[in-house]
């Protein structure tokens, strides 16, 4: 029988090492899991990586191979365009949760991060790519954790989120990124007025226009019904 993981404060740093590198596309699709180097990384032992691929082989990052290591999900566009539209109707959800019980500071905390994430397109979108991505999860796991809702929360970074964090910005040109950046602005401005339409409605555009980006060689389009929801908030004006 299988012994239970034990999740101690090492297992959890690697984790998160792990995570934010195949985030960052330090380790893509495919490539393998050096161990040493996490070690490394996260100032924990080998064997706490270990135990930390082990986690990140049950929540969908990582394919454990016996005698060869672990090896980053390799996701293509098919496998990808599967799972998309069902990010955009969970996390529009959620979206939706977090304008209705956002704090002052889930809100002051958004902000910064849409700050970091505007600040960063600008001054330099091509070195700074990595950083750009990871302000951009921290931005989407703070709405996550806002919602309230963890099961909901825990289904998207396990279900959803896994094989698309680490190939969001891989096709975004310049325009692409100043476009998103808006969104996140309009993102907690809707949450801020605890307005949940608006906040629903703009996660759902922002998502779409990403999957646009993302899947454009496929010509992938909205259904007419889809985008009559994503035009709705044109309407809402914006406060100082």
Known sequence: MNQPIQMTTSVASACRVIRQCIQAGTYPGGSWIREMTIAELAKVSRTSVRQALNVLALEGFVELHPNRGAMVVDWNDENLLEVFDVRVMLESYACELAAQRATAKDIEMLKQHADSFSALVEKDHQ??????????????????????????????????????????????????????????????????????????????????????????????????????????????????
């Open 127 to 240: 070195r700074l790519r990595q950083k750009i991505t990871l302000v951009n999860n921290a931005l989407h796991q703070q709405i996550l954790q806002t919602c309230g809702n963890q099961r909901l929360a825990t289904l998207l970074v396990a279900v959803v989120q896994v094989p698309l964090v680490h190939q969001t910005f891989a096709r975004y040109e310049l325009d692409d990124l100043r476009r998103s950046a808006a969104q996140h602005h309009d993102l907690v401005q809707a949450i801020a007025q605890k307005d949940r339409e608006w906040a629903k409605a703009t996660m759902m555009a922002h998502l779409l226009s990403g999957k646009q980006v993302i899947f454009a060689s496929q010509n992938q389009t909205s259904t007419p019904s889809v985008e009559s929801q994503v035009l709705a908030p044109k309407n809402k004006k914006s406060t100082s």
